[in-house]
């Protein structure tokens, strides 16, 4: 329990440090998210090699959204993604009803603003696994009601 309050703490005093030097005039709010979302990337990458050392190779494309929405997300965020849905044409839409990096924030409307902002660093954490199992992607959130969030993965073809 307490590795997750570090890194909740972590996670919001990056988002915080980042867009405070933005503000400053040392950097941009685009710029802050690409950072963000570069930090996930790398940390995705990391994690994916550590807990697949050990599987067994996966044998298609939603297999690995499976991995990704039950033992990575239950491995970072202790518990599963709520629900999965794919058009089997290379999108995949992750929802996760109370997504914990969220849950610290208000369920009020005034907070829906900053939402993407601390929504990045998962962006990046997804694409960087899917990438180092060999899938292509790009990662968006959407906000629309406090704490729930969706993950939308597109695969790209290579």
Not at 30 to 44: A, H, I, P, Q
Not at 48 to 77: H, Y
């Amino acid at each position: 329990m307490a590795d997750e309050a570090l890194f909740l703490l972590l996670h919001n005093e990056m988002v915080a440090g980042l867009y405070r030097a933005a503000e400053q005039g040392e950097g941009e709010n685009g710029r802050c998210t690409s950072k963000l979302e570069s930090m996930g990337f790398r940390v995705g990458q990391g994690l994916i090699e550590r807990f697949t050392k050990d599987t067994a190779r996966f044998k298609d494309e939603l297999d690995i959204m499976k991995f990704i929405c039950k033992d990575f997300w239950t491995t970072v965020f202790k518990k599963q993604i709520d629900n999965l849905r794919t058009n089997h044409q290379g999108i995949y839409v992750l929802q996760d009803n109370k997504f914990r990096l969220l849950t610290q924030m208000s369920a009020g409307k005034q907070y829906l603003e900053h939402a993407p902002k601390y929504l990045a660093f998962t962006c990046g954490l997804i694409r960087g696994g899917l990438s180092n199992l060999g899938i292509k992607s790009i990662v968006t959130a959407e906000v629309s009601s406090m704490p729930a969030c969706k993950f939308q993965v597109m695969i790209q073809k290579m």
